[in-house]
């Protein structure tokens, strides 16, 4: 016999049954739907789930855009910003030089080295930590190494990207943080000037040796070298031409990636931001690229032609000596940053003495030795010509002696003193005539 069931019991169990399976269903249409807004920052009118926000796809050697969407909106690039702090910090500080770390920058927001105020750090490392793990300490850090100051920084990015042509950044905070917490408010770039930087990158060797790099090792003030770092940059792995650069992600940018890549020996550069998966839209670029014909004009706008360079690079273009085997580029000019010390007990002795200099690596320091040996060769030539000169004043003395005596000898023997007009300066050359 089967079992009565009340009427209001069954309706409840009916009501409970169907909020059940709305809940269910609507979980599922969640975990279908990517959430633009939530996982990949705020969209733009219209923008798709999955779609990228704004991207570009360059040739460097032309200078050719080859495809392109939103190229010049400028939005938050959270991280990948670190690529325009190291060229910009690289204006002022050779790789090799050494820079203070102070409270402020130890405390940057997340922070990755774990840095200690009022120690020094080698710049090659400080710039591996900020473009390999995107570290913001080492970036707060470079930024007062090379400027005095987070804000002057900022004023220093924005000169470095007019010589750079950029037409759509606004810089503020070195690290490309954008939240509560960031210097002076959050800056902002477009995949155009994205693409413009990454190209000068591709032109700077110090850095590409870094972006290339798939895990690293940095020594600590103390000299001793931490454990093995992972680049964050999967698009090094998951691309196999893959040559760099930069990835990064913030609530307020999405996912970016600054992608470039080098096949048959042609290089391409993409920019993609705000997208669900920024490397498979990189990707598809890179291919899309390379299946064109090298010189292809693509939309016809064009990047501007690199023209920056590190103050490495131009001391080792100046002095245009190569360097032994092992030996660094150019040598340590000392501490660099808000009232660092000529050197630290602490830190470790660098492999050339170190000489105090102004911020612009002017000066007779050590990165100029030529300089040194000008001096030397100048100061040998000054006393070579005085040494001449006077053998000269006594030559000229003996000969005026010995005509003098020459010719005293001739009126004591009664002869003519005369003197054949190609008479020589040695004494012995002077003739005299008899009457």
């Known amino acids: 016999m089967p079992l009565a069931v009340p009427d209001t019991i069954s309706r409840t169990l009916s ?15 969640v975990g279908a739907t990517p959430l633009a807004a939530t996982a990949d920052g705020p969209p733009r009118p219209g923008q798709t789930a999955g779609e990228a926000r ?10 050719a855009v ?8 400028a939005l938050p690039v959270a991280g ?42 080698a710049t090659v490392d400080l710039v591996q930590a900020m473009l390999l793990t995107s570290a913001n300490d080492a970036a707060y850090a470079l930024a007062e190494g090379a400027a005095g100051s987070v804000e002057t920084f900022a004023t220093e990015m924005t000169r470095v ?11 503020a905070d070195p690290a490309g943080v954008d939240d509560e917490t960031a210097v002076n408010g959050s800056s902002s770039m477009s995949a155009y000037d994205l693409a413009v930087v990454a190209a000068n990158v591709l032109g ?7 972006v290339t790099l798939l895990d690293y090792r940095v020594v600590t003030p103390d000299g001793e070298e931490t454990g093995l770092s992972e680049n964050v940059n999967d698009f090094l792995r998951l691309y196999p031409d893959a040559t760099g650069m930069k990835t990064s992600f913030s609530a307020a940018a999405g996912n970016v990636v600054v992608a470039s890549a080098q096949r048959e020996g042609r290089a391409l550069i993409a920019v993609v931001l705000n997208a669900e998966d920024p490397n498979a839209v990189a990707a598809g670029l890179l291919d899309r690229g390379f299946a064109t014909e090298p010189g292809s004009k693509g939309t016809g706008e064009r990047i501007p032609d690199t023209g920056i360079s590190t103050i490495q690079g ?3 273009a100046l002095t245009g000596l190569p360097r032994p085997l092992g030996a660094p580029p150019v040598s340590p000019f000392g501490a660099r940053g808000p009232g660092a010390p000529v050197a630290e007990p602490a830190a470790p002795a660098p492999r050339r003495p170190a000489a105090q200099t102004d911020d612009d690596g002017g000066g007779g320091g050590a990165g100029f030795p030529f300089l040194k040996m000008l001096g030397v060769f100048v100061a040998a030539g000054v006393v070579v010509a005085i040494v001449l000169r006077h053998q000269r004043m006594q030559r ?34 002077v003739k005299i005539v008899r009457r």
């Open 80 to 121: 990948t910003i670190k690529l325009m702090t190291a060229l910009t910090a690289l204006q002022r500080i050779p790789n090799e030089d050494r820079v203070l770390t102070t409270a402020r920058a130890a405390g940057a927001p997340d922070p990755t080295l774990g840095m200690r105020a009022g120690t020094t750090w």
């Open 54 to 63: 704004a991207y570009i796809l360059v040739d460097p050697e032309s200078g």
């Open 15 to 29: 009501n409970v049954f169907r909020a059940v399976g709305a809940l269910v269903v609507g979980v599922l249409l």
């Open 396 to 429: 000229g003395q003996l000969h005026r002696q010995a005509r003098e005596r020459h010719l005293a000898e001739a009126r004591r023997r009664g002869t003519l003193d005369v003197l054949e007009p190609d008479a020589g300066d040695d004494p012995a050359d």
């Open 314 to 316: 131009r001391l080792i």
């Open 204 to 210: 700077t060797p110090e850095l590409m040796e870094i």
């Open 161 to 171: 990207g007019t010589l750079m042509g950029l037409t759509d950044s606004t810089f």
């Open 66 to 73: 080859l495809e392109a969407h939103a190229e010049h909106e």
